[in-house]
C-alpha cells in the first residue's frame, strides 16, 4: 500500500506544476457552464417551468457542479497506457512489483485530488454568483456526496483504462475511443440530466455504468436524493467498480501475455 500512497502522492505534486493550465481549464469549464445553464434554463422556461423534476434553480446547481465535477472525475480520460504499449514502454510497468492496474489506479487518484480546488471550486463560485445554487443544508448529502465522487473517479479511470488496454489488441484505439467518448457523454448525464431522456433511453443508460460516473454523485451532492435512496446509487458505483476492475483484470492478464513491441 505504501507504494500506490506514494504514487499517489507523486502525481498530485506533479499536476500542481501546471497552475497555469488549471487556471486556464477552470475558465473554460466556467464558460461553457454559462452556454449550458443558458441553454437549460431557456429550454425550461419554454416548456413552463420544469422539464423531467428539474425546476430551473435545479437544472442550473446540475449545471454548475457538473462542471466542478468534470476535472476531478476525468470525464475525458487519457491516452496514456496506450501509447506506452505501442512504444512497448507497458514493458517496464509489467515488470514492476506493483500491480499494473493499482499503479495507475493510485496516479488517477491523486491527480482528481489535486484538481478539486483549481478546477472544481472556481466554478461553483461563478454559478452561485451568476445563476444561485439549490444545495442542501445538512451535512448528509456532502458526505455521502464525497464518497460517491471517489467511486466515480474510479470508475471513469477504469472505463478509460479499459479503452486504453485495447491497445494490446489493436494498432489504433482512436475509433473505440470516441465510441465511448460518444456513449459516456450522452449516457452519463454530461449533456443533460437523465432523467430528461425517453424511457426506452432511460432504461437503456440505467442498464450501464455511466450514470454512475457522473449524474450519481450531483444527484447526491444537490439532495435530489436522499437516505436509502442515496445509499443504495453508492452501492450500485461499487458493485459497477466490482464489474468493470474484474474486466479489466482479465484484460491485462491476457494482453499482457500477446504484448509486441511494435516496430520490432
Do not use: C
Amino acid at each position: 500500500m505504501r507504494a500506490y500512497w506514494e504514487l499517489a502522492k507523486s502525481s498530485f505534486r506533479r499536476h500542481s506544476t501546471y497552475r497555469t493550465a488549471a487556471v486556464a481549464g477552470a475558465f473554460t469549464n466556467s464558460v461553457f457552464g454559462l452556454i449550458r445553464a443558458s441553454l437549460l434554463l431557456s429550454a425550461i422556461t419554454t416548456a413552463g417551468g420544469a422539464i423531467g423534476g428539474y425546476s430551473a434553480m435545479e437544472a442550473a446547481t446540475y449545471v454548475w457542479l457538473g462542471q466542478a465535477l468534470l476535472a476531478p472525475l476525468g470525464l475525458f480520460g487519457n491516452t496514456e497506457l496506450a501509447s506506452r504499449v505501442k512504444s512497448g514502454d507497458v514493458a517496464v510497468d509489467l515488470s514492476r512489483s506493483v500491480n499494473l492496474t493499482a499503479s495507475y489506479w493510485a496516479q488517477d487518484l491523486g491527480r482528481a485530488a489535486f484538481d478539486v480546488l483549481p478546477r472544481g471550486l472556481p466554478p461553483l463560485i461563478v454559478g452561485a454568483l451568476v445563476t444561485g445554487l439549490a444545495m442542501p443544508g445538512s451535512p448528509g448529502p456532502y458526505l455521502l456526496g464525497f464518497m460517491s465522487i471517489v467511486a466515480a473517479v474510479s470508475l471513469n479511470f477504469l472505463g478509460f483504462f479499459a479503452i486504453n488496454l485495447l491497445s494490446f489488441w489493436v494498432l489504433e484505439i482512436r475509433g473505440f475511443w470516441m465510441l465511448y467518448m460518444v456513449l459516456m457523454n450522452l449516457l452519463s448525464g454530461f449533456l443533460v440530466p437523465v432523467t430528461w431522456f425517453p424511457d426506452w433511453l432511460l432504461d437503456f443508460a440505467r442498464a450501464t455504468p455511466f450514470p454512475s460516473m457522473l449524474q450519481t454523485p450531483v444527484d447526491i451532492l444537490a439532495g435530489r436524493t436522499v437516505g436509502a435512496e442515496s445509499l443504495a446509487m453508492v452501492g450500485l458505483q461499487l458493485l459497477w467498480l466490482a464489474v468493470l476492475l474484474g474486466v479489466v483484470q482479465v484484460m491485462v492478464r491476457f494482453g499482457s501475455r500477446r504484448l509486441v513491441v511494435q516496430g520490432g
